[in-house]
């Protein structure tokens, strides 16, 4: 399967809560994990990657938890702010014969962090 | 750096017409690739290229055709528009050394009526 599986679609956090959005997939040739930002009217932004080897990586704010028995990985918002106000798109790296490399997205999650 | 610039930022297209999206890089990065960005959907690749004139099909190529004759130009053609391709356009581009990052351009808002 070439598919990432994401959700919830749409999450309202208030400011100072954890945001939590999921990932799953099924493919175990995938080797390279990356959340995408996205705000509106603008192009899609790396905001952090992890690779299959680490469990967990923090930069700041964001945190990526990655579960390889599972296939799942998610990305936490720790304090969120309404600046973090966003579509954050998860996305995998195939590493299997005709996939070139090329990046799977997940449909996407919506972000409203109220004040 | 300018990074990867996309024109026209918007354009209304009536069926059956042609037209091209243009897509640049500076950051002299061999990959670069379209992909197509619908509600809910998130971000389908139409093509993708791994260097000057070596072009593959994505996800959903069907109705455009792309080339890529300098490293730096990744023009996507539109033939025969259909209500079906509006849409927004999102090109971007890599590093093929290293990194697996893609630097996405702001997008073309394309409206097929």
């Known amino acids: 399967q070439q598919q990432v599986k994401q959700s919830p679609q749409s999450l309202i956090v208030q400011k100072g809560g954890i945001s939590i959005i999921n990932c799953a997939y099924e493919?175990?040739?995938?080797?390279?994990f990356p959340w995408y930002q996205q705000f509106p009217g603008k192009g899609p932004a790396l905001l952090i990657a992890?690779?299959?080897?680490?469990s967990e990586k923090k930069e700041g704010r964001f945190t990526i938890s990655f579960n390889k028995s599972a296939k799942q990985f998610s990305l936490h918002i720790m304090d969120s702010q309404p600046g973090d106000s966003a579509t954050y798109f998860c996305a995998a790296r195939g590493n299997y014969g005709g996939s070139q490399g090329n990046l799977i997205f997940g449909k996407g999650t919506k972000l409203s962090v109220k004040p | 750096n300018a990074g990867v610039t996309q024109t026209p930022k918007f354009r209304i297209l009536k069926i059956g017409q042609s037209m091209t999206l243009q897509c640049a890089q500076d950051m002299n990065h061999n990959y670069m690739y379209w992909y197509r960005q619908d509600p809910g959907m998130g971000l389908k690749l139409i093509y993708y290229?791994?260097?000057?004139?070596?072009?593959d099909k994505g996800e959903v190529p069907n109705g455009y055709n792309v080339s890529r004759s300098t490293t730096e130009d990744f023009p996507l053609r539109l033939e025969l528009a259909a209500p079906s391709q509006t849409s927004v356009y999102f090109c971007?581009?890599?590093?093929?050394?290293?990194?697996?990052?893609?630097?996405f351009g702001p997008g073309t808002r394309l409206t097929v009526l």
């Open positions: 493919n175990t040739a995938f080797d390279y």
């Open positions: 992890i690779r299959p080897d680490v």
């Open positions: 290229s791994v260097g000057a004139g070596i072009t």
């Open positions: 971007a581009s890599r590093d093929g050394t290293g990194g697996y990052e893609q630097f």
